[in-house]
Each structure stands twice: as structure tokens, then as C-alpha cells.
């Protein structure tokens, strides 16, 4: 379910919490780390950037913007992951919503983030 007074979408098949209240503005991946890490929001302070396989979860191929009906809030762009690309460690794993697509961009690129916490 979602709660659209704060912003939050319970996924119950794997019991993360998901920020959805705002757009956030595009970051570099260290600052997108640190907007988490910093993040209150529905009386929460343990927010985190979500790992790519938890990213994943969230991707319906099926819809445009390629994300869970749950969600209000989004950008159909590049979301980062907490996850570096084992390849090179100036990347990082992300997920560009437009169709669902698992890409990676160096950690110095401008994508939005969504903060995740265990429910």
C-alpha cells in the first residue's frame, strides 16, 4: 500500500519501504549515499540508498514510466544504487525508469535517487 500522507510505499512481497514524496533533484552518487543516509521522513531517520537488486524490484517492464502502480512520484530517468559496478569502481549500478532498463554510470553523473528502509 501506499501512504499518500507522507510518501511512502510498503511493498509487502519484500518488506522495504519506499520514499515516495518527492522528485528529488539529480546527484552525483556519493551525495545520493549521504541524501539517504540523512533523510526523516514519516517519522523514520533510517533511510538508505537501495541496492540494485533491491531497486529492482520495483521495475514493471509493462508501463511507461517502468515502475509499480504504487507510485505517484517519478522522474522517468536514471535512479542510482547503493551497488558499484564490480568492473570498475568509478561506477555505480542504476535503473532508468523510462523502460525498466539495468544500466551503470560513473559515480560523478547526475541521477535522482530513492531511499529505501527495512520495514
Request: proline share 3%; glycine share 4%.
Amino acid at each position: 500500500p501506499r501512504d499518500t500522507d507522507i510518501g511512502i510505499v510498503t511493498d509487502s512481497s519484500t518488506s522495504l519501504q519506499w520514499q515516495d514524496d518527492v522528485v528529488s533533484n539529480t546527484m552525483q552518487w556519493q551525495s545520493a549515499i549521504s541524501y539517504c543516509k540523512n533523510l526523516t521522513l514519516g517519522n523514520f531517520n533510517d533511510w538508505r540508498l537501495p541496492t540494485i537488486i533491491e531497486l529492482k524490484t520495483i521495475v514493471d517492464r509493462s508501463k511507461k514510466p517502468a515502475i509499480l502502480d504504487k507510485f505517484k512520484n517519478i522522474n522517468p530517468e536514471h535512479y542510482w544504487s547503493y551497488s558499484s559496478y564490480d568492473g570498475n569502481k568509478k561506477y555505480a549500478w542504476n535503473i532508468f525508469f523510462r523502460y525498466g532498463v539495468v544500466d551503470y554510470n560513473r559515480e560523478d553523473t547526475k541521477n535522482y535517487a530513492r531511499c529505501v528502509r527495512d520495514n
